[in-house]
């Protein structure tokens, strides 16, 4: 079953605004990671962030983490039209009871940069 | 570096055929992984293997079989395609299960009519 629920669902902004995207999950985590996917094409990693970090930053992305509210927020500064992509959450499935030791995936938030 | 490459990119299939996507990563990495990504469901995991010669179920192993063949190869099979087989698959490594980040493969488009 799902693990991280991305919110919202879609998201459509004005290049050069900043976007945020929220990601809650249900059980325990030893770490959270989020991904990017553009159209057709497979995941880039963006960022991790351990269950012990409460902020991290990569670039225009900053990555929160509230372990207490078990949430997520990935934050993308002065946006481009080259972010339209959809961003995943992800975190360890063994901490989620998945039975396999690999990543269990929201469904995502699917990102519009209007030029 | 390629990174992890899947072949085929794409695939049509009739309803009891079988079939092997193959996967290879460069990045000589232990862990590796089958996902498949239905639209609106995220990507869910098939597979996952530890390291050569280990293999365990994910979240929808039904219908498949997989193969560690070595460090670097980690085949996923249809035994008798099933119109809800109909997916994008995805192979992914990492260096150690899911406490570091994962690479993804282009990804195989599979219609099985």
């Known amino acids: 079953s799902q693990q991280g629920e991305e919110d919202p669902q879609a998201l459509s902004i004005q290049e050069g605004e900043n976007a945020t995207m929220n990601c809650s999950y249900k059980?325990?985590?030893?770490?959270l990671q989020w991904y990017r996917q553009n159209s057709g094409r497979g995941l880039v990693h963006l960022i991790l962030i351990r269950s012990n970090e409460r902020e991290k930053h990569s670039g225009r992305l900053r990555v929160t983490l509230d372990t207490s509210k078990k949430s997520s927020s990935l934050l993308i500064t002065a946006s481009r039209a080259a972010d339209t992509a959809s961003y995943f959450c992800?975190?360890?499935?063994?901490?989620?009871?998945?039975?396999?030791?690999?990543?269990?995936f929201g469904k995502g938030t699917h990102l519009i940069i209007q030029p | 570096n390629a990174g992890v490459t899947q072949t085929p990119k794409f695939q049509v299939l009739k309803t009891g055929q079988s079939m092997t996507l193959q996967c290879a990563q460069d990045m000589n990495h232990n862990s590796m992984y089958w996902y498949r990504q239905d639209p609106g469901m995220g990507l869910r995991l098939i597979y996952y293997?530890?390291?050569?010669?280990?293999?365990d179920k994910g979240e929808v192993p039904n219908g498949y079989n997989v193969s560690r063949l070595n460090k670097r190869e980690f085949s996923l099979r249809l035994e008798s395609a099933a119109p809800s087989q109909t997916s994008v698959y995805f192979c992914?490594?990492?260096?150690?299960?899911?406490?570091?980040?994962?690479?993804f493969g282009q990804g195989t488009r599979l219609t099985v009519v």
């Open positions: 992914a490594s990492s260096e150690f299960r899911a406490d570091t980040e994962a690479f």
């Open positions: 293997s530890a390291s050569e010669g280990t293999t």
């Open positions: 059980t325990s985590i030893n770490n």
């Open positions: 992800a975190t360890d499935a063994q901490a989620s009871g998945g039975g396999a030791d690999g990543l269990t």
